[in-house]
Nanobody, 125 residues
Framework: QVQLVESGGGSVQAGGSLRLSCAAS????????MGWFRQAPGKERDWVAT????????NYADSVKGRFTISQDNAENSLYLQMNSLKPEDTAMYYC??????????????????WGQGTQVTVSS
């Protein structure tokens, strides 16, 4: 059974940095892409960043471009999100997601089959 476990969330002041990690296990086939999403209270789950397992191509939401970096360690089955220059509006629960299918866009939450439980990020002004 596929399991994704996030860690690294916490509270930080605006301008600070955090690094989120996602440990993956239980895959019977290679992932096609993995991503980070976030959800603030009362809001929809928003896409943050995606990385394609083969080749490592990355995409970012405009709101985090230039501040966040997604990366992967395929040998360790791990996904990371380095978050710099954090802003109060980055406050949310952050979720790691993965899919093995190549169908659908890798920025749509509905196209991801596997999800972690989330890790909270709180940025104070």
């Amino acid at each position: 059974q596929v399991q994704l476990v996030e860690s690294g969330g916490g509270s930080v002041q605006a301008g600070g940095s955090l690094r989120l990690s996602c440990a993956a296990s239980g895959y019977s086939r290679s992932t096609y892409c993995m991503g980070w999403f976030r959800q603030a209270p009362g809001k929809e789950r928003d896409w943050v960043a995606t990385i394609y397992t083969k080749g490592g191509r990355t995409n970012y939401a405009d709101s985090v471009k230039g501040r966040f970096t997604i990366s992967q360690d395929n040998a360790e089955n791990s996904l990371y999100l380095q978050m710099n220059s954090l802003k109060p509006e980055d406050t949310a629960m952050y979720y790691c997601a993965a899919r093995t299918s190549s169908f659908g866009a890798c920025y749509l939450a509905g196209s991801f089959r596997y999800w972690g439980q989330g890790t909270q990020v709180t940025v104070s002004s």
